[in-house]
């Protein structure tokens, strides 16, 4: 039986847990609501004010007429908001240090070439190009289209091993030294027992051998010494006395050796020259040849006797304006470069010789 204090007590009590759990429920969703609030005013906040500020301004890369950075680089802003670039530099391709070559390598003659260009795009002498390949019997005019040449890999020249040969016998041959012969590496010798065995070929570097003279078969053809003024001691010429040169000019109006320079195998220069530019007489003289045909290679050739010991060659001439004993000054037209006779393109081969011995033409032309 219930008391009349909890029937007092009991009724109450339910509408009160509810009035407090009213209360709970609505202080929740106001703070849920601010909460809300709050988080959508700072994004709509944060969004007017980035939309408010200004961009900065595009900046040119370049001024208008200058060229771009070559290999450009990162972007960076400086202090007062251009753009500029931070310099680099611009390396198209890989640098590759270019190594020693031991062994020979085949080269296939073009139309156009010369010895003096071959020897130097290989970075070895004309001479030592000579030395190896028999084809050319010595005489750098041979060379033809599509011959095939043995580029050394250094100056020098080969050598088939003999029995009985030495390291010493074999450099003494060639001129060369002992050491360079055992130490070459394309030889590919065993330095702790050096040993060569009979028909294996050898390089030999630095070494050399006479080269055929091919001037030998052009004589040099001097004036007659018959008591006249001006005449020179050597020579079987009939023309007798003449003009005496005081000095010599360029045979040509280029200065450019265009084929082969003077040295061994080839005792003249060959002078850059068109077919049918004109060619000069370096000097005052007298006309001693002018003889057309081979002529063991010169093809059209005029020589000149300068009465002080000095003959003047002119080879591969296209045509001859002078005839023998003509006396000539320095500057003379006397003929027309061309490709005649052992020639391999249009040039003056020229020759200076002294008391019938060659000498190199630019000790000489001014």
């Not at 009213?22 to 969703?29: A, M, Q, V």
């Not at 296939?108 to 004309?126: P, T, Y």
């Not at 000539?328 to 040039?347: D, P």
Request: net charge negative.
């Amino acid at each position: 039986m219930v008391s009349p204090n909890e029937s007092a007590v009991n009724p109450g009590s339910a509408p009160q847990a509810a009035r407090k759990m009213d209360r709970f429920t609505l202080i929740s969703w106001i703070v849920t609501f601010a909460i809300v609030a709050g988080l959508l005013g700072s994004t709509y906040l944060y969004k007017n004010g980035t939309a408010s500020s200004s961009p900065p301004a595009t900046q040119p890369t370049i001024e208008s007429g200058t060229n771009p950075p070559l290999g450009g680089g990162p972007l960076v802003m400086a202090d007062n908001g251009a753009a500029s670039f931070i310099s680099r530099h611009l390396q198209l391709k890989t640098n590759i240090p270019e190594r020693p070559r031991y062994k020979p390598v085949l080269y296939r003659v073009s139309r156009g070439d010369a010895m003096l260009a071959i020897a130097e795009k290989f970075k070895v002498k004309s001479e030592s190009i000579l030395y190896v390949n028999d084809t050319l019997e010595d005489n750098p005019h041979n060379l033809k289209p599509g011959m095939e040449l043995t580029i050394p890999p250094v100056d020098g020249l080969y050598y088939q091993w003999k029995d009985g040969d030495t390291f010493e016998t074999v450099a003494s041959q060639f001129e060369a030294k002992v050491d360079d012969i055992i130490n070459f590496p394309g030889n590919d010798i065993d330095l702790t027992d050096p040993q060569v065995e009979a028909g294996e070929l050898v390089m030999i570097p630095g070494g050399s051998r006479e080269l055929e003279d091919w001037t030998k078969f052009l004589p040099t053809s001097g004036r007659s010494n018959d008591g006249s003024t001006g005449t020179s001691d050597f020579g079987s010429n009939t023309c007798g006395g003449g003009p005496v040169a005081s000095g010599f000019g360029w045979p040509a109006n280029s200065t450019t050796i265009s084929g082969n320079p003077y040295g061994p195998g080839h005792l003249g220069i060959d002078i850059q020259a068109n077919e049918g530019d004109a060619v000069y007489a370096a000097g005052s003289g007298v006309v001693t040849m002018a003889q057309g045909g081979w002529n063991y290679g010169y093809g059209n050739v005029v020589q000149i006797d300068h009465g002080n010991g000095y003959v003047t060659v002119y080879a591969h001439l296209s045509q001859i304006n002078v005839s023998l004993c003509t006396p000539v000054g320095q500057g003379t037209l006397i003929g027309a470069a061309g490709n005649t006779g052992n020639s391999f393109g249009s040039h003056l081969h020229f020759e200076v010789r002294l008391g019938g011995t060659n000498i190199n033409p630019l000790q000489i032309v001014q």
